[in-house]
């Protein structure tokens, strides 16, 4: 009997060797960068991927509805933003990232603009082009050393952040939901209770936290009114955490310089023309083109990640670093069925649950060493009577052992 091979659409830029690794895999991968809207919703259908990868492309609900082969999603990145999650769940279809494998590109990044608003190197850099020297005004330069980062976000990107601030002798103020006194004395940081405090307390603050309901407009006028005049702020993380209007009103009365990698309203595609808003705020503001991820050393990493998802997804069915897995199930009841392993036994098992009318939240099946026999763990969102439990101990040969206990 033939196994179906697990068809892989790639809707953006990939390494050719990722793609290869995918084909040896056993894969089948169409490759079809620039898909968006409704292009994407048709190649979904008309490839009948049961993966789908994307970086930079928008999944809105209309790609994922009609098309029952798609069960997994793969955002080659760590934030997931651009994904209708909640479609996705509707629709039973999982969703994965890649989180941590662009920490080092985007600590890079981070420091690259700290470095040149300092330095000012734009302005430089514009001058000479120019054809004017003036080193008395570039030589006023505050420095890095002894001043305080504040670092909002303590993820992989933010510590990878932390570590390199300490290599340039400056200290570090960080706040995050998980960052307790204890983490922050390992780390040698100052442990803040809010944005704001980091904002009070820091000459440049840098923002890494991902964009969800939680975190929406989380720097607002609150914290950015916060910072000392002439600070620096710098967002490569998300647009959406950061209120922009407020920023532009902090950048004219309190002379607040900025650099950003991440815009409202960008662009979905490579090229585009686009004009951001904030740029027109007047001051001091360097910007990059969303490239924060964009090092060749970061995308192998990713794409090796992407890959190594798709392997265990064929092989196991298991989803890693899946982001729409429910924290907590309605379940009551946790049932183990200890069997032979032969065919028919867990179909004997479902049907005496189904029968009494219980809902089964989560199963699974673990085989013991030689395949001879298992356990089954079944998470039920209410307890089954002696009756039942009886019905499914006595009536197939190849049960051994039911035992039923309270869901924790």
């Known amino acids: 009997m033939k196994t179906a091979t697990m068809n892989v659409l790639i809707a953006d830029k990939f390494q050719a060797w990722g793609i290869d690794e995918?084909?040896?895999?056993?894969?089948t991968v169409a490759c079809e960068p620039n898909l968006h809207g409704d292009a994407l919703r048709d190649a979904v259908r008309r490839t009948g991927c049961h993966v789908l990868i994307v970086r930079s492309t928008k999944v809105p609900a209309q790609a994922m509805e009609d098309c029952p082969d798609l069960g997994l999603i793969i955002r080659a990145g760590a934030g997931y933003n651009t994904i209708d999650v909640e479609a996705a769940s509707r629709n039973s279809i999982f969703?994965?990232?890649?989180?941590?494998?662009?920490?080092?590109?985007v600590a890079e990044?981070?420091?690259?603009l700290i470095l040149a608003l300092d330095r000012r190197i734009v302005e430089n850099t514009l001058a000479l082009r120019d054809g004017r020297w003036n080193k008395k005004e570039f030589s006023?330069?505050?420095?890095?050393?002894?001043?305080?980062?504040?670092v909002i976000g303590l993820g992989e990107i933010g510590r990878a952040v932390a570590r390199r601030a300490q290599a340039f002798e400056m200290k570090v103020a960080a706040w995050s939901r998980s960052l307790t006194s204890e983490g922050a004395a390992e780390m040698h940081v100052r442990k803040c209770d809010s944005p704001a405090e980091v904002a009070a307390h820091s000459h440049v603050v840098t923002i890494h936290l991902a964009a969800n309901a939680d975190t929406k407009h989380i720097i607002n006028a609150d914290v950015l009114e916060r910072m000392q005049p002439g600070s620096c702020l710098i967002n490569t993380a998300r647009a959406e955490v950061l209120d922009y209007a407020a920023l532009a009103r902090v950048v004219r009365d309190r002379r607040i310089r900025v650099g950003l990698d991440v815009f409202p309203d960008e662009p979905a595609g490579g090229e585009a023309d686009y004009r951001a808003a904030i740029l027109e705020a007047g001051g001091v503001i360097y910007g990059t083109h969303h490239v924060g991820a964009s090092t060749s050393q970061a995308q192998n990493a990713i794409a090796a990640e992407a890959v190594r998802i798709v392997k265990v997804f064929m092989k196991r069915g298991v989803v890693e670093n899946c982001v729409n897995v429910a924290a907590d199930t309605p379940a009551k009841s946790v049932?183990?069925?200890r069997h032979r392993n032969r065919p028919g036994v867990l179909a004997h098992v479902l049907n005496a649950i189904s029968v009494a009318g219980v809902n089964v939240s989560e199963m699974e099946n673990t085989l013991c060493a030689g395949l001879e026999s298992a356990c089954a763990k079944i998470h039920l969102d209410d307890a089954l009577s002696d009756a039942v439990l009886a019905t499914i101990r006595d009536g197939h040969e190849h049960v051994l052992a039911v035992s039923q206990m309270k869901a924790k």
């Open 140 to 150: 006023n330069a505050d420095g890095l050393k002894d001043r305080t980062l504040g």
């Open 22 to 27: 995918l084909k040896l895999a056993g894969c």
């Open 109 to 112: 990044l981070t420091f690259a």
């Open 95 to 105: 969703v994965a990232n890649c989180p941590g494998k662009n920490a080092v590109a």
């Open 335 to 337: 049932l183990l069925v």
